[in-house]
């Protein structure tokens, strides 16, 4: 509230300068007119200014300076060449905007470059943000999953978007083929609805490689050129990137690391899906999509049991468990499913007993059979 009070009264102290003043000429309400003009003028680039980092502040500054030294030295040439007169001042002064106005865009673009936290002091404090950039490629924005991540609030610096990543996921939106174009405003909307996010800061950067042709490669160029990070769950992409020396995020690689442990011996209950491969196994599979591979389970299929973990197996493509299902733990349950349901339609009554079962009170004398008895 307090800057917003010195911001006015800046505005009215210049308008009242340009109202006692006239430096303008004209009368003293229009000059305060204009004068206040000027102060807002001011304080837009003022509130412009705060947004950039110091980074491309002194970059700004060193390409202005640059770029002012380089239209003197062509202010004299075009003194000696061109007669007095309103075209030589027109030329000085055109050559002197359009030098400093290439030297402030083009320092402003390259101070990204410097390394502060070299110099230390003051200058320390920028060494935290000089990996703060996560650019996102195609394939991730498709995906979806870094919406969730984002929402979370497990990213933190700035979502850079860059703007040929845009344009190939225009051309994927406007595709003749059905899946690709729905691909395409998938991935479209998810870039609205991070948007749309206030704990992260999104941007689109319009930086763009002319002589590199494909889009990986362009992204590699670009976390150079920022010093960040890609955001990728292409597995080419991110070896190559690796190559080149770019760190990379992988959003399959987050879902692998966030997987449960499990641990040889332990009891999980899974659902047999289907065959496996092998002689007599079965597979299910974990909410996650884990895949689980279970010996002695395949006539299993269809119901819900209680394995035994054998051994875990990482993969590049994901994880893989392999159990064991122990069938002596259900085979009282499953005699009475595999008894003839006729037996008993065709022997409606018990048999008579023997002399030998009146004998023992209809208990069996075969010695075998009394040990199972009791």
């Known amino acids: 509230m307090d800057l917003y009070i010195i911001r006015v009264i800046f505005v009215l102290l ?7 003043l006239q430096p303008f000429g004209l009368t003293k309400p229009l000059d305060a007119i204009f004068g206040a003009l000027i102060g807002a003028a001011i304080i837009v680039c003022e509130i412009r200014l705060r947004a950039i980092s110091l ?3 002194i970059g700004s500054a060193m390409g202005s300076v640059l770029g002012i030294g380089g239209a003197y030295m062509f202010s004299v040439v075009i003194r000696y060449s061109v007669p007095d007169g309103h075209l030589q001042n027109f030329l000085q002064l055109l050559v002197m905007c359009v030098m400093a106005y290439i030297g402030l865009v083009v320092g402003a673009a390259k101070g990204d470059l410097l390394n502060l936290a070299a110099l230390g002091g003051i200058f320390g404090g920028e060494k935290q943000n000089r990996r703060s950039y996560k650019i996102l490629d195609t394939s991730v924005i498709i995906d ?4 969730d991540i984002a929402e979370t609030g497990f990213l933190d610096g700035v979502l850079t978007i860059p703007a040929f990543v845009l344009r190939e996921l225009q051309l994927v939106a406007d595709s003749a083929d059905s899946l690709k174009r729905n691909r395409g405003r998938r991935g479209l909307d998810i870039l609205q609805r991070i948007q749309k996010l206030t704990n992260i800061q999104v941007t689109i950067v319009e930086d763009d490689f002319p002589a590199v042709r494909e889009v990986d490669m362009k992204l590699i160029e ?3 050129l920022y010093e960040g990070k890609i955001v990728t769950n292409d597995f080419n992409l991110n070896k190559v990137a690796q190559l080149h020396g770019v760190d990379v995020l992988n959003i399959n690689e987050l879902a692998n690391s966030l997987k449960p442990i499990v641990l040889p011996g332990e009891i999980m209950k899974v659902f047999i899906l289907k065959e496996g491969k092998e002689y007599n196994q079965g597979v299910a599979y974990l909410d996650d999509g884990t ?3 279970v010996d002695n389970a395949r006539k299993m299929i269809g119901k819900t049991i209680d394995i035994s973990v054998t051994s875990v197996l990482q993969t590049t493509a994901g994880k893989m468990i392999f159990g064991k299902f122990d069938e002596r733990g259900q085979t009282g349950m499953a005699k009475p499913e595999t008894r003839p349901p006729d037996l008993r339609k065709s022997n409606p009554q ?3 007993p023997t002399p030998s079962e009146h004998h023992n009170g209809g208990q069996v004398s075969d010695p075998a059979r ?3 008895a009791r």
Request: aromatic share 8%; no cysteine; glycine share 12%.
């Open 14 to 20: 210049v308008g009242v300068a340009a109202y006692f």
């Open 55 to 57: 980074k491309r502040l």
């Open 144 to 147: 979806g999953r870094i919406a």
């Open 222 to 224: 670009l976390a150079k």
């Open 291 to 293: 895949m689980v591979v």
């Open 350 to 352: 018990p048999a008579a």
């Open 370 to 372: 009394g040990e199972e």
